[in-house]
């Protein structure tokens, strides 16, 4: 079956510091990767995601490149902010052979912290 | 205008009752689904309906029943609540074909007394 494994954290930095969230999965075909974050007290945004190997994904300083000779998808950002402060989901997601949807599976969640 | 949206967001029951929580989704997709977070941040899959059909469904119990009125909508009935349902229960879309990004709602969160 598809899992994916991310360090779990918490992880605690300080501001303008760098940022690597790692994360690999193991999965059955091809599948799309996404990087999910979950503010506090809130549902779960889409922040970036990648369909293919060599793929970058990008959103709000933050890049992941989907690298299949690794299975990776580690999760980077150059100076973080006290505000990017939440819980990040690394997460993959495949197609069923006949065409159906799939349920994504996620990563167990990384807490960062980001101190002034 | 909220995309996927559920209701209650916050349900407190006792054990043994039944409850309902509502989703509805304005972006058009052709799925939804549901999700259970654990109290340990943990995302699991439950349930997953394409144009009204179940075509994913995990090993939860069958206390546990979506329903589908439309493809806009997906509802989830929990019978004879127990205590390890407590939890977060997130809605989700996406269009049809999977592979794509999921739109969430806010959570619904479950506490059993």
């Known amino acids: 079956g598809n899992s994916v494994t991310q360090m779990e954290g918490p992880v605690t930095l300080s501001e303008e510091a760098f940022l690597t969230i790692n994360c690999t999965y193991t999965?059955?075909?091809?599948?799309?990767l996404f990087w999910y974050v979950q503010y506090p007290g809130e549902g779960l945004q889409l922040l970036l995601k990648?369909?293919?190997?060599?793929d970058k994904g990008s959103n709000k300083g933050f890049e992941a490149t989907y690298r299949k000779e690794t299975t990776s998808f580690h999760l980077e950002k150059g100076s973080v902010q006290v505000s990017d402060s939440a819980v990040y989901f690394c997460?993959?997601?495949?197609?069923?052979?006949?065409?159906?949807?799939?349920?994504?599976?996620f990563g167990k969640g990384t807490h960062l912290i980001i101190q002034p | 205008d909220t995309a996927v949206s559920q209701t209650p967001k916050y349900l407190v029951t006792q054990m043994g009752n039944d409850k309902s929580i509502k989703c509805e989704q304005n972006?058009?997709?052709?799925?939804m689904y549901w999700y259970k977070q654990d109290s340990k941040k943990f995302l699991k899959i439950m349930f997953s309906?394409?144009?009204?059909?179940?075509?994913i469904n995990e090993t939860v119990p069958n206390r546990f029943s979506p329903k589908s009125p439309d493809k806009a909508h997906l509802n989830l009935h929990i019978n004879s609540l127990e205590l390890g349902d407590s939890a977060v229960y997130f809605c989700?879309?996406?269009?049809?074909?999977?592979?794509?990004?999921?739109?969430f709602g806010d959570g619904t969160r479950l506490s059993i007394l």
């Open positions: 999965a059955t075909g091809y599948p799309s």
């Open positions: 990648a369909t293919k190997a060599d």
């Open positions: 989700a879309s996406s269009p049809a074909g999977g592979g794509g990004p999921q739109h």
């Open positions: 997460a993959l997601s495949e197609m069923y052979s006949g065409g159906g949807a799939d349920g994504l599976t």
């Open positions: 309906y394409n144009n009204k059909e179940l075509i």
């Open positions: 972006l058009g997709h052709d799925t």
